[in-house]
């Protein structure tokens, strides 16, 4: 069962809230245009559906904007697979279980309002090239970024913020080819449970991510169940961490001392 807060009762209410296996869910962007405020909002949404659907829930995600000009859809089009996320098709009712945005939905939209903060921008042009970010920034690097933060708190995706994301999706996707090259063994069942308790309580993607880098540092898991467990958690924070995973890894060189 997945809880989340209702922001217009302060209620923690249980989803799906109305009919048992399918959620509708509304996103809505901050302003009538693509910004990366309006990337977390879909990115909140990517989270719920990933998780729901992880316990067969399915969810029918739609962007509540009928009036996004052609020139904003193409960008949704073209940018949003950058960030893993799925481009939702227009809503075509005002009707959803829940509603994901900065601002309250309209009074008469019943559902659950999951409330998030905005995103403050010091890389520009984030979302304004065909791979996603400018210069040839890894997207996912600023996925990174807003998972490490509670969707109720604000944001500041710095270049700095972002160079330091990069590091770590770098590191990490470098050690799972290595441990893929180790025997499977099952995730730690008390990890498991953890992010599954995480995940019911408010969608808590930090607290994944805080496992992740437990899970690395500790000198007590096989290699084998390091990368089951990074496998398991990138099912819902979607960051291609084991995209190496099939590469020949390659053991650096001891310096000779």
Same mark, same amino acid.
């Given at each position: ?5 209702? %922001? ?11 009919? $048992?296996g399918i ?13 990366? @405020? /309006? ?6 949404? &990517?989270?719920?559906?990933? @998780?729901?659907?992880?316990? /067969? ?15 904003? $859809?193409?960008?949704? $089009?073209r940018?949003?697979?950058? #960030?893993?996320?799925?481009?939702p098709? *227009? *809503?075509?009712c005002?009707?959803? &279980? ?12 019943? +559902?659950?309002w ?5 995103? !403050? ?5 984030? =979302? ?6 400018? &210069? /040839? ?5 600023a !996925?990174?970024a807003?998972? *490490? ?21 770098? $590191? =990490? ?5 290595? =441990? %893929?090259?180790s ?11 953890t992010?599954?308790?995480?995940? *019911? ?13 437990r899970?690395? %540092? @500790?000198?007590?898991?096989? &290699?084998?169940?390091? #990368?089951?467990? #990074? ?17 020949? =890894?390659?053991?650096?060189?001891? %310096?000779? +001392?």
């Amino acid at each position: 069962m997945l809880h989340v807060t209702d %922001a217009r009762t302060l209620r923690r209410t249980a989803l799906p809230a109305a009919r $048992r296996g399918i959620l509708t869910l509304h996103i809505h962007l901050a302003q009538p245009a693509l910004d990366v @405020t /309006g990337v977390r909002a879909l990115l909140v949404a &990517d989270v719920l559906q990933r @998780t729901l659907e992880s316990h /067969g829930v399915q969810v029918l995600p739609a962007l509540a904007a009928p009036d996004l000009p052609p020139d904003q $859809r193409a960008l949704l $089009r073209r940018v949003l697979p950058g #960030f893993g996320i799925h481009p939702p098709e *227009a *809503a075509t009712c005002a009707a959803a &279980d829940a509603h994901i945005g900065t601002d309250p939905p309209p009074t008469a939209s019943p +559902g659950v309002w999951i409330r998030l903060e905005r995103v !403050r921008l010091g890389a520009p042009a984030l =979302w304004a090239t065909e791979a996603g970010t400018a &210069d /040839g920034a890894d997207p996912l690097a600023a !996925r990174l970024a807003l998972l *490490a933060r509670s969707r109720t708190q604000p944001v500041d995706l710095s270049d700095h913020a972002l160079a330091d994301c990069t590091r770590v999706l770098h $590191r =990490w996707r470098s050690r799972v080819a290595e =441990w %893929a090259c180790s025997p499977s063994r099952p995730a730690p069942a008390d990890v498991t449970r953890t992010a599954q308790e995480a995940l *019911a309580d408010d969608l808590s993607t930090p607290t994944l991510l805080e496992l992740l880098h437990r899970v690395e %540092a @500790t000198n007590t898991l096989p &290699d084998g169940a390091k #990368f089951e467990t #990074f496998a398991l958690l990138d099912r819902i924070l979607a960051l291609e961490l084991t995209r190496d995973g099939g590469r020949v =890894w390659t053991p650096k060189k001891r %310096a000779a +001392g």
